[in-house]
């Protein structure tokens, strides 16, 4: 079993809406789990519901839309999933997910609140796609390995993947951002090949697109949504992050994801607050 | 009281988390309720719940962002809409919206749920924001009294909306689509001026993008997410769509607006269906 799979791994008991796991801070950034991890994690509670749902007749394997909203950050350790199925459809299935930790004085609190939709993308035909980025080949392109170890002792989240950022856009790591509001890399998890569930966490996977605008505070994410659009073939993905508007203490980190074949595979859109201080939404 | 103000009024009783009103026919666009018209009740009946909530210490007025997952068309007649704080913050206040009718059988059948965050857009300084398409002046764009009559009795929600397309984008109209995949306009709402609520309709009102790509048929809004970035100025909305994957039964289309100072003023993304048959989701 893959790093990434037996730490998304769940367990089940009675209750066909209730899921268990824990947390590990081998994937931590900062002081909180990834949030695209507990996207990941949220959404697999959510398929495997479904999975044994009986009003799910048609096999809807792979997560085709998430709107995810964090309320409290997440914390290495145990934690529940709730899932409430809402429809079972022909095209789609949809659910709402609830993701919570013990807090300190004992009583649950919710760290992400979520609805999804599952589809069937095993055969998708397209009829138009955006053009992904023109990167230069990941042996020159800038890796996290060569950031200061100080910085990467707080950020084990990267040590999970092989991230190559696109020099042109790594600016921001010297002093020195392009001010366009632009990050753009190649993206593997180590010893994993892509796929659908994989494909919402590394929507939300590169640094913030923020750090290319001269904004190096922490940008929380305030909502997240992200659309699977095409299951991804084995190797590199190319991840292109970008920002038109930034104001009033947030900004919006739109993500596109392209698969080794030059497929379009995934997009986001999140609104993400921006302050210098840390500290979660209010 | 104006037309909006009146359609969009809600009844309240005992439980402060329930609230009533009725579809009008008039807000009915083709066979269902528009889309955008049964978002902005539901956020309303939120940021009412929120208005009286005794933990709302920060007033917050402001819809920021809502994620609504469509799951059967609203028809015309009475509806409920039950309400579910989840945090109130210092920034922002979440909650989740049920917008329910009662079916054929008399069981309530859930049209839409979604999440949603407030906030105060009161004072917004901007850093950064995406320049306001260049549009001819609404007198010489194209109006939707223009179009057929018959087209005109199926769109009764057009008649609520003074909507002026830019001719390079209305083509469609007359059987000649850009193929671009964009559509571009004014808008305003007929004897209202607009604010934060308003928005979120607004960024659903025009015409879907397919059409510029040749897709007549119906494209059910699956998922749809607003950001409201600041409260608007008086007068005409710019209103820019565009969508760049097309494939496996959907398409996004993202809708961004402007106000009458050339301000970003909110911003979306939508999942849709693509076919040719009507029915919703399955």
Not at 87 to 92: A, E, F, P, V, Y
Not at 118 to 127: M, S
Request: contains cysteine; hydrophobic residues 40%; glycine residues 10%.
């Amino acid at each position: 079993m893959t790093e990434y799979d037996d730490a998304i791994r769940l367990e089940t008991g009675d209750d066909p809406a209730r899921r268990t796991g824990t947390f590990s801070e081998d994937w931590m950034i900062g002081n909180a789990v990834n949030g695209g991890f507990v996207m990941a994690t949220g959404l697999s509670a959510l398929g495997q519901h479904l999975a044994t749902d009986p009003a799910e007749q048609t096999p809807h394997s792979d997560p085709v839309v998430m709107s995810a909203y964090f309320m409290t950050a997440a914390a290495p350790g145990p934690f529940t999933v709730t899932t409430d199925i809402m429809r079972c459809g022909r095209m789609l299935s949809t659910g709402q997910i609830s993701l919570s930790q013990v807090g300190p004085g004992g009583a649950p609190v919710e760290r992400m609140r979520a609805i999804a939709s599952f589809g069937n993308l095993e055969h998708v035909d397209t009829l138009k796609q955006s053009t992904p980025p023109d990167l230069p080949p990941p042996e020159q392109c800038v890796s996290a390995e060569q950031a200061p170890p100080e910085f990467l002792a707080n950020m084990r989240f990267l040590e999970r993947l092989d991230l190559r950022l696109d020099p042109a856009t790594a600016g921001w790591a010297l002093g020195k951002p392009s001010m366009q509001g632009a990050i753009r890399g190649w993206l593997r998890v180590k010893d994993r090949e892509p796929d659908t569930t994989l494909l919402m966490m590394a929507l939300d996977a590169l640094p913030p697109v923020a750090f290319d605008l001269g904004i190096l505070g922490w940008t929380p994410t305030l909502e997240f949504t992200g659309h699977i659009r095409r299951r991804p073939a084995p190797g590199w993905l190319r991840v292109s992050l970008s920002s038109e508007n930034v104001g009033g203490g947030m900004m919006e980190e739109d993500a596109s994801i392209w698969d080794s074949t030059g497929a379009l595979v995934a997009q986001s859109r999140q609104l993400c607050g921006v302050r210098l201080a840390s500290g979660r939404n209010g």
